[in-house]
């Protein structure tokens, strides 16, 4: 059973003055000051990141996939992995990585932005951040992000979804665990999975009027569900739907994207209520949506649990961190329409699984947030970061809202309890 206090949201627990009404206000979750701790679980944790940073690629299998070594790590950590787990999890993430390899060229600040989403150019990116990190802003990694991921008309945080989210789930971390390896890794992740979603954040003509609309992303999702001009789009689920949907059918994908409003009624923001459109409860909901999306679209008995559908919820995990942490307020709903976007495309490319809250038991049979935790520290898919990832990212979604009706642990347990590998 869970504590008391558990059922308390931390939104509820600080409460911080209203200024921006577009602002999404959430207390920081705790920050990870790994440099100059001498407890051998941080140090630990601190040596392994340099390792990985040192000896592999953001970007490995023909430049393909991403190096989720940081990701897992940090979740275990969080969930309260030992020294021990930790380095089973580097050496058993590791056998997959690959080493560095030379860029074709070096990247200078007068030409940094012309290789914008050529992955060859990995190298060279962190190269360059960590060479500005270290002659222009004095190891001081935050005002390097401020200047090179959110300056500019069209600054790399518009296109943190590229590469499925890696990017963000990246820029997650390195506010988390304090971490300058992490941040310009997600610097370079950023630069070289950039791509042409950007435009529709850079470009406000993109955002109009939609002829429906809810406050409720899981109400768009199921009318999605149920939408027959998506019918038959695509003969397999997979990724490689993304691209030729956004090309061939923008429009429709562009109506669900503008039907969820993020911006709250003009007479509340004049009274200084809250409304159905506060960004606080869309971003509550939105979270609801996340999860629902991995796990109340696998019907019992299939364990089909989708890779592409978990990266909603590490995502918006990604932007629950980053919320209270980011330099500016107005960075806020462009981070979470950016999600939406990411969502809705990846819904569509694997063929909307409709989504049913009953494929979700409650009868828990006492199991509580620490068996959850336990499972994915020590079940044979300890080492499969996005089942690690997902775990954290529902345990901190109930301690950010509270869990009173626990369908949050309802979602972990099930999870946890039923997934045998990943569907594709």
Not at 181 to 199: D, P, R, S, V
Request: glycine share 4%; aromatic share 12%; hydrophobic share 40%.
């Amino acid at each position: 059973m869970a504590s008391f206090l558990s059922y308390v949201p931390l939104v509820n627990r600080l409460v911080a003055p209203r200024r921006n009404p577009t602002a999404i206000r959430l207390p920081p979750v705790e920050v990870h000051a790994l440099e100059g701790n001498k407890d051998r679980r941080p140090r630990t944790l601190k040596h392994l990141l340099k390792a990985n940073h040192v000896n592999h690629s953001i970007l490995y299998h023909d430049l393909q996939f991403d190096n989720h070594l940081p990701h897992i790590l940090c979740s275990a950590y969080h969930l309260g992995a030992t020294p021990e787990q930790l380095y089973h999890i580097y050496d058993e993430e590791s056998k997959t990585l690959e080493p560095w390899r030379d860029s074709p060229a070096q990247i200078a600040e007068d030409d940094w932005r012309d290789f914008l989403g050529d992955k060859r150019y990995q190298r060279a990116y962190v190269d360059f951040f960590e060479d500005a990190l270290a002659m222009n802003h004095a190891y001081n990694w935050k005002e390097l992000l401020e200047e090179y991921m959110f300056k500019g008309d069209e600054p790399l945080a518009n296109c943190l979804i590229g590469g499925l989210g890696h990017p963000l789930i990246h820029l997650g971390y390195a506010y988390e665990f304090d971490s300058r390896e992490i941040a310009t890794e997600a610097l370079g992740l950023a630069a070289t999975q950039y791509n042409f979603l950007h435009k529709y954040l850079d470009d406000p003509s993109y955002t109009r009027p939609a002829p429906f609309s809810s406050a409720s992303p899981l109400d768009l999702l199921n009318r999605l569900a149920s939408d027959a001009r998506f019918d038959g789009l695509f003969r397999e689920p997979g990724f490689a739907n993304i691209e030729p949907l956004f090309r061939d059918h923008e429009d429709l994908v562009l109506e669900y994207w503008n039907a969820w409003d993020l911006q709250p009624s003009s007479s509340a923001e004049k009274k200084g209520e809250e409304s159905d459109t506060d960004p606080l409860e869309l971003f509550r909901a939105s979270q609801e949506a996340a999860v629902a999306l991995l796990v109340a679209t696998v019907r019992p008995g299939t364990h089909a649990y989708n890779f592409f559908l978990v990266h909603a919820l590490t995502t918006s995990h990604a932007a629950r961190i980053l919320l209270p942490l980011l330099p500016s307020d107005h960075l806020h709903v462009p981070l979470i329409r950016q999600w939406w976007l990411l969502a809705l495309a990846v819904y569509v490319a694997v063929l909307r699984p409709p989504i049913d809250p009953d494929y979700v038991p409650h009868d828990l049979k006492g199991k509580g947030w620490r068996y959850v935790e336990q499972r994915a520290l020590t079940s044979e898919w300890a080492t499969d970061a996005h089942f690690v990832k997902a775990i954290r990212a529902m345990r901190e979604a109930a301690r950010t809202w509270g869990d009173v009706h626990e369908n949050y642990l309802a979602a972990a347990v099930r999870f946890a309890d039923d997934f045998e590998g990943w569907v594709h």
